[in-house]
Structure formats: C-alpha cells, structure tokens
C-alpha cells in the first residue's frame, strides 16, 4: 500500500475522538477551508487533505499533505470512516497553465467522488459558484438552480467549475444514496483570494464604459455558514447563495474607493489580458463578461431549505472588501 | 391572488422643492449616483461663462424645468414614499437618476407630443401586464405610456417595460434603461415582477412593430404568445392598449434588413426626414393619443396547449385592433 512519506499524519489528542465518523475537507489550506475547519473542528472530527503545507494547524486537525489524485488519497478514505466530505479543493490559480488546471481540477473531483460511492459516504458538499451560469445579456436578472450552466462559452477559466457542478450533478443519480450537494454563491469577498479579490486589488479599477450591472457579494463567513448547513443530514440538491443584496458595481467601487477608470469594452479584453500578461495584476482579462452583464443568482431555495440567511449586511459584505487589503 | 400591494395612497405634506433630487431612496449610499446620460432638464451642466448659445440652453432648461416642476414634483414625491426607502432596487432602477430621464419624458410628453390619454381608470391596482402596439421606430411610445402612468395616474404607477435583449449588449444604453426601471424581457424577470403586484409593459409585436413601414402604419403585426402564458401563470389581468400617432413620428419608408442583420440591430428604418439633415433626427411632433382599454381576465393555469394560447392571443390582438380604429377614428388630424 503506498502509504509513504508523502503523508504527513498529525496524532489526534484523544483515541476517542478517533472513533467518531468524521469530516474530510479537500483543500482545507485555502481561506475558507481554514474558516470551515475553525468551526467543524470543535465539534467533531476533521480530516484535511491539501496538497499545500497547513503549518500552524490546530493540534486535532489530521492533516494529509498529498495531491488528490495520488493513489495515497484512497487510503485516506478507507481509513477513515467519514460522515462527509465537502470538496474544497478546486484550484483556481490563472497563473497555472489551463491544461494542467484543468486535468487536476477534474481528475481530483472523479477520484473524489469515486471514492465518495465505494466508501458510501452518505454526503457530498461541493462549492461551485454563481459563475458558472455565465455573465449574459439575456440572463434573467435572478437566475434560479435549474437555469443551464452556460459560462464556459466565453469565459474559458470557468469550464473547470462547470464540469465539476456537472460531475456532481451527474452524482444525483449515479450515487442516490449519497446526499449531495452543490452551492452556487455569487461572488465571495473577504480575505478568500479569488478573481474579484485581484480585481479590486488593481491600483485603478477599470470598469466598462456605459455598463454598469448589478451585482450580489456574499461574505466568506456566510459561505461557511452555508457549508455547514449543507451538512445536516436530509439536505440535498443545488443551493444558490446570493447575498445580503444587490448593488451596481459602480456604487461598490465608489465604496472601495480605489480610483476607477471606465475602459471602452473593445478594448478592455486587450487590455487586461496584457496587463494580466505582464504580471500586473491577477484578474485575467476574458473574465470581463462579468462586469458587463448581469449574473445575479435567486437565493429563495437556500433561504427556505437550508435556514440560509446572510448576517453580514450589504454595507458590512462590501466593506470587506476594502479590508482585506488591510486599509 | 395577491392582494394590491400599494396602499391607498396616503397625502403627504409637501416637502420644498429643493429635497427633490436628493436621493431620498437611497439613503444609505453617500456617493452620489453617476452623471445622468440624459440631461434634458440639467441643473449645472450648462457653460456658465457667457456665448449667446448657452445663455439661451439655460433658461430655456430652466424654464423647462420651472414647468415640469410644478405638477411632476408633486408626482415624484407621492412615488418616492410609495417605494419607500430601501437598498438598490434589486432590477437596477434608480429614482434619484430616472429623475432626469422621467424630466426629459414629461416634457416630450406634455409639450412635444401633447399627449391625450384615456381610460387610466381601466388599470387595476395590483400587478397587470400592459399590452400594446408598437411604432416609431424608436421605442418612444414605451415612454409615453410610462410617463402617463406617472403623471396622470391616481395614484402615480412605476411601468416596467420589458426591453429587447439587444439593448442589454449596447454601452450607456444598458444602463440607461437599467435605471430607468426597464428590464430585459425575459420570462423569470416578469415573474418576479408580477408577485411585487407590478406593472409591465409589454409589446407583443417586437421588432417587427416598431420597424414597421410607414405604408403599413396601424396594421398590427404577429403577436408573440408569451405574454398570454405570463398573464395565465400569474394570474394577472390584461390591458390592452392602443397607441395612435407614433407611427407618424418618423415615417420609415425602408427598412434595411441586410445592414441589420450585420450590425447585429433588430432593424434600420430609412425615414425620409433625413433629407432634412441633423433636423430629421427629430421626431415629428405627431399628437399622441394613449388608449387604455378594459382588463381582459383570462381563464387558465398557464400549461393550456398551444392552440388555447393561440385563441387567447387572438381575443387580445382583437381588443388592440378595435381600440386602435376607434381611436384613430376619433383623431381629427395627426397634429391636431
């Protein structure tokens, strides 16, 4: 069994806390693994699978430093009897070359979810996001869970998120014994590290001149919230998290206050993708369908199913943004 | 059905003049909202120092403005405390910015086209679809009606207009009609405004109607069965209404499919006004004549099959067709 020096195991505090079912997160080294974990592991038992090094996890924590896809993995499932798994572990970084992000990204999920049906693990939380529906001129303003996942037609980064809100949505009826889960939250801000974290971070935040859509943010910690709501038992389906309300991302850069300059759309894309090219900023620039037409997601299903409801505030989630940037 | 959600409305004490264009709605937000497209009525936008040209745009502005003000005012203030305080409307409207653009459509309406409107009374309180024909060429008859129900309406009603999905794509347009309170027509986005007990305006001929030939003016074109479906769904009322003196306003003599179908546009009409030079980009100032019509209740759950649908459309296109003669009837002259 190849159980090698790749996995680092941490010694839980107490034998009997070994016996318990526990949580499995999949990269539990991002920001909201981190928060997730902060909150799952005093009630139970959390295991961490990142490929990353977590140094100053809590003691409790059993933490597997391995990749995914590796053989390894699969012991971890068959030894630990686990209650869920949420999968975290979606790897986002534009610097890493499509192709291999891709693979990772899909190849990790199918191990996943293959494991998920041989180990029966009765649930399955997977965070998707709001943007998989795709930024569109004729999107409703407040898609509902059934609208078609559209957004790999023009953004080609996302097509990795789509395929895994496929994968998983196939797992409805592959696995029916298998509680799954899927959330759809609109754009996270806080601290988490994502595409509108790097558009914000831009010394001028380019917008498109003459467009000026509606937006939904949703704070990390409401994610979480909604992460752990999921797994309660009973819970199934595809969930949207919208947020605590709308805003034109005029008024949200307003209230960043970084200097905004309006970019003619023609030449945005150009723009960003050389700036982004350069090394100047994270956010690549064919994600500009975002800022141009509306992708705001109804949030009715989660509110009344899961209990969801955002206790940011709109001033408090857009806030935060500003604040992550430590000013 | 839902109960009608506006209250009967309740008198308020009028507030000076001066509280207008503070975004009372938007009371939360500190920054201003951005600089409006429109500026029909702008208050400083105008050169100040000297030139005869700017002189004259600025009384005539502010005499504009003095006129509207009096009455729209008034309006605008009873709208405010209808739709209360509150975050952004989550559709994208903006009062403290459709202020100008409904500025802009109170003065094309009282003074431009003079419109004459009848059976407001025939609207019901609570959400209803507005069904109408379609001319002009550029969607100014949306406005109008819109505008009536502000302002000649008891209590004054916000109209959401579904729009095409083309103007979604276009820069400053987008947002315009965002502000304004216009929505890209799409199903899902009726729906949620019907269970606010809104009101929408829908123009079941589409393109087609408005890029009509001048020879074929006041001929309804195909009606799109959607609407019907809508209105079965959610059990809103339907009421007809007719539009008589749009199609005068730039008789169109041809229009280019060919250019369009490459620009992408839905139509490009060819008017002879543009003989006329920058002047022909004018709309004539044709009388308008707005017709309201009696709600039309139809029976149904929204699932019937296509040849129900079909026979419900009909009995509306009807109500339209017989409106629009009776009105066109009784116009003496298309400026008169």
Known sequence: MATGASIRTRTTKSGARAAERSVILTGVCGRLGRLLLRQLHREGRVVGIDRRDFPDAPPDLMHYRLDIRRKACRDVFRREPAQAVVHLGVMHDPRISAETRHTWNVEG???????????????????????????????????????????????????????????????????PECETVILRPSFIV????????????????????????????????????????????????????????????????????????????????????RLWRLGFTDFPGREIDYLRYVCMVDDRRARRELGYAPRKSLDETVASIREAFGE | MGAPRRAAPSRKPRTPRSRLGQNVALAPLDPPPPAPVVRAAPSPPFPRRGGAVGRVALELAQRLRAAIDSEFGRQ????????????????????????????????????????????????????????????GQIPIDGMMIATA???????????????????????????????????VGIPENCRILLEREELILVFPEGARGISKTIDRAYQLEEFGSGFVRLALENRAPIVPVAVVGAEEQYPSVLNLRALADVIGAPAVPVSPLVLLGPLGLLPLPTRYHIAFGRPIVLGGEGDEDDEQVAEHVRVVRAAIQDLLRRTLDERKSIFG
């Open chain 1, 109 to 175: 999920f199918g191990r996943v979810l293959e494991y998920v049906a041989a180990m029966r693990i009765p649930k399955l939380v997977l965070l998707s996001s709001a943007a998989v529906y795709g930024a569109r001129p004729d999107n409703a303003q407040f898609l509902l869970e059934d609208a078609p996942l559209l957004a790999s037609g023009r953004v080609s980064d996302i097509r990795d998120l789509v395929e895994l809100d496929m994968l998983a949505q196939t797992f409805f009826w592959r696995v």
């Open chain 1, 190 to 273: 806080g601290e988490v590290h994502n595409e509108i974290y790097s558009y914000f971070r831009l010394p001028i935040t380019p917008r498109l001149l003459g467009f000026d859509p509606m937006m939904q943010f949703v704070h990390e910690a409401d994610v979480v919230q909604a992460l752990r709501q999921a797994l309660r038992p009973g819970v199934r389906g595809i969930y949207n998290i919208g947020g605590p309300g709308v805003l034109p991302l005029s008024q949200v850069i307003a209230r960043v206050g970084r200097p905004a300059a309006p970019v003619p759309h023609v030449l945005a894309r150009g723009l960003l993708d």
């Open chain 2, 76 to 135: 605008y203030e009873r709208i405010l405390t209808e739709l209360g305080p509150g975050d952004f409307d989550p559709f994208g409207f903006d009062l403290g910015y459709a202020r100008y653009a409904v500025h802009f459509a109170a003065a094309l309406y009282r003074r431009w086209f003079r419109c004459k409107v009848r059976g407001l009374e025939n609207i019901p309180p609570g959400r209803a679809l507005l069904v109408s024909n379609h001319s």
């Open chain 2, 149 to 183: 129900l502000i302002l000649d309406h008891e209590p004054p009603r916000l109209v959401r207009s579904m729009i095409e999905k083309w103007a979604a794509t276009l820069p400053v347009v987008s947002t315009f009609f965002a502000r304004c309170g216009q929505v």
